[in-house]
């Protein structure tokens, strides 16, 4: 689980950033199952209302635009969402232009700083590696 603050965050706004993370998934006229695993886990987190959350697993299919999304984000959740739509955005190997596009409206969105998309891929990259590196250790260990 990602260490972050999500969970105490008002539950109208831990709401828009779940429906930002449903706009993401959709993007590119596509829901992997690395993407839908990853939403689930983050709704999950959000601790949000069962009536909620069907809500959002509807938005998958017919997701709201991405003004409606933006309108409910404070600071904080909003440099939550964008963090979670670009690990989302990477779950399946990489960022297309579309995605790059609207995670670029996002930090404009929120006044970050011209390069917060491109620090974030650089962040995720990072990430991933230690991931893969954990997997590698762990097969290595089973041969010992």
Known sequence: MLPDTLHKLPRDERFAYARLLAYMARVDDEITVDEL???EQRIGTALLSPNQR???R???KNPPTLEECLEGLGPESGRLALRDALLMATADGSIDGDEFDVLQEISE???LAENAVNE????AKKGYGWME???ELLNKLQQG
Do not use: P, V
Request: negative net charge; hydrophobic residues 60%.
């Open 58 to 60: 509807r938005a998958l």
């Open 54 to 56: 069907d809500q959002l």
């Open 37 to 39: 695993a990853m939403f």
């Open 109 to 111: 969105h929120l006044g």
């Open 120 to 123: 974030l891929i650089e962040w």
């Open 133 to 135: 590196d954990g997997i």
